[in-house]
C-alpha cells in the first residue's frame, strides 16, 4: 500500500520550454503533497508544500512564479517549471502524505535535464 | 532551528561487516526522527522511524535508537549485503512555512558494500 506514482521519471529539453510533472497517489488519499530538489550528492530540499484544492506554500527562496504547483484532487499534485533553462536540471521528487501526521511516502523522483 | 547532521560518505565495506552511519539532531520539541534509504535513480522509501525517546526503530536487519540524552539516531545493522548499497538520509520531523508537518534531512551517506 501507499504507492506514488510520479511522471516522467526522466526529461531532457530545450532551453525555454516549460515542463510538466505530475505526482500521483495510487491507493491513498492524499491530502498534502510535498515537491523536494536533489542536487547531485546533496540533500532534499523542500520546495513547497500543498494541500489539495489550496494555494501551495513555498519555502524561501523557492520562485513561486518559477515552479507552479496545482495540487487539484487527492490524488494528483503537478509541478511545472516554467521557461525551464539550464541552473534548472535537478532531481525532482514528491511525497505524498493522507493527513498532517501520517508519514510521507515517496515518488520515483524526476531527472531533469534542460539543454 | 532544526537540524540532522549525518556523518560524510561514502562508507565502504565488505559483505557481512558490521554498519554504523551516525546521525545527531537539533531540535526544539520533540520530533520523530526517520532513516531514508535511496537507491540510484529512485525516490526515497521509509527503512525505519521512532517517534519518542527510547524507541528503537527496525526493519530489515537495520535498526536505531531515539536517544534524547545525546540527540542521536545512528543506524546499525549487524551483517551488510551488496543489495545494501545505496544513500541513507537521516531525517526528523518539522514544520514547514505553512505549518504543516515536514521532513527535514541529512546530508545522506553513501553505502558501498563489495563482495
Known amino acids: 500500500g501507499a504507492v506514488v506514482s510520479q511522471h516522467p521519471s526522466r526529461v531532457i529539453c530545450k532551453s525555454g520550454t516549460s515542463v510538466k510533472i505530475e505526482c500521483r497517489s495510487l491507493d491513498f488519499q492524499a491530502t498534502t503533497m510535498f515537491w523536494y530538489r536533489q542536487f547531485p550528492k546533496k540533500s532534499l530540499m523542500l520546495m513547497a508544500t500543498?494541500?489539495?484544492?489550496?494555494?501551495?506554500?513555498?519555502e524561501q527562496g523557492v520562485e513561486k512564479d518559477k515552479f507552479l504547483i496545482n495540487h487539484a484532487s487527492l490524488t494528483l499534485s503537478t509541478l511545472t517549471v516554467t521557461s525551464a533553462h539550464p541552473e534548472d536540471s535537478s532531481f525532482y521528487i514528491c511525497s505524498a502524505s493522507s493527513a498532517d501526521n501520517q508519514p510521507q511516502h515517496f515518488g520515483d523522483g524526476t531527472r531533469l535535464s534542460i539543454l | 532551528g532544526n537540524s540532522v547532521t549525518q556523518m560524510e560518505g561514502p562508507v565502504t565495506l565488505s559483505e557481512e561487516a558490521f554498519l554504523t552511519i551516525n546521525c545527531t539532531y537539533t531540535?526544539?520539541?520533540?520530533?520523530?526522527l526517520f532513516w531514508y534509504v535511496q537507491y540510484p535513480g529512485e525516490g526515497l522509501q521509509l527503512l525505519l522511524k521512532a517517534t519518542k525517546a527510547d524507541d528503537k526503530g527496525s526493519n530489515k536487519g537495520f535498526e536505531a535508537t531515539y536517544r534524547k540524552e545525546t540527540t542521536s539516531f545512528h543506524l546499525e545493522k549487524g551483517s551488510v549485503q551488496v543489495s545494501d548499497s545505496a544513500v541513507y538520509f537521516c531525517a526528523l520531523s518539522g514544520y514547514s512555512s505553512g505549518g504543516y508537518n515536514k521532513l527535514i534531512f541529512g546530508a545522506g551517506t553513501r553505502l558501498a558494500v563489495h563482495p
Open positions: 531540535a526544539t520539541g520533540y520530533p520523530s
Open positions: 500543498s494541500n489539495e484544492g489550496s494555494k501551495a506554500t513555498y
